[in-house]
């Protein structure tokens, strides 16, 4: 754990996050300032800035959690599909591994590499997290 980190934090349970999934291996919860709403990131427990930092034994189990939460979005958010990418260090807001799972539907406008920014209204992020943690005990 790296106090400083807010992802940290939220793996912690000190600061407080729309969590869809918390197990042994990641905790993956709502962005907060999501590209489409009910983008999710997924992050290690162990505080490791890149994916080469990993260890290479927990690659496949982090992956399978990334892949669960990638099943769970479409289902949940009746989209067609999602987007799926990770930063090392460039653009990397968070020094922390993440992975973004981003619901995706057809004309949804998303073009390249610009990621524009949606905001939650009041109540609506916990509507979102609820919706795919549904899906993940349902899958």
């Known amino acids: 754990m790296d106090e400083g980190c807010v992802f940290c934090g939220i793996v912690a349970g000190t600061v407080a996050a729309d969590v869809v999934l918390d197990d042994d291996v990641a ?6 300032s999501p590209v489409f709403k009910g983008h999710v990131l997924v992050v290690p427990r162990v505080h490791v800035v890149t994916l080469t930092d990993l260890a290479t034994e927990s690659i496949g189990p982090f992956f399978e959690r990334v892949q669960r939460i990638a099943r769970a979005v479409p289902s949940a958010l ?19 591994l993440h992975v973004h799972v981003v619901p995706r539907r057809k004309r949804d406008g998303l073009r390249g590499f610009f990621w524009p920014r949606e905001k939650y209204a009041a109540g609506e992020a916990a509507r979102y997290a609820d919706a795919i943690r549904t899906s993940l005990r349902n899958a």
Do not use: E, K
């Not at 905790?27 to 907060?32: G, M, P, S, T, W």
């Not at 989209?79 to 968070?94: D, E, K, M, R, Y």
């Open 27 to 32: 905790v993956a919860f709502l962005d907060r």
């Open 78 to 96: 009746d989209a067609h599909g999602t987007f799926v990418a990770n930063n090392n260090i460039v653009s990397q807001s968070v020094a922390h």
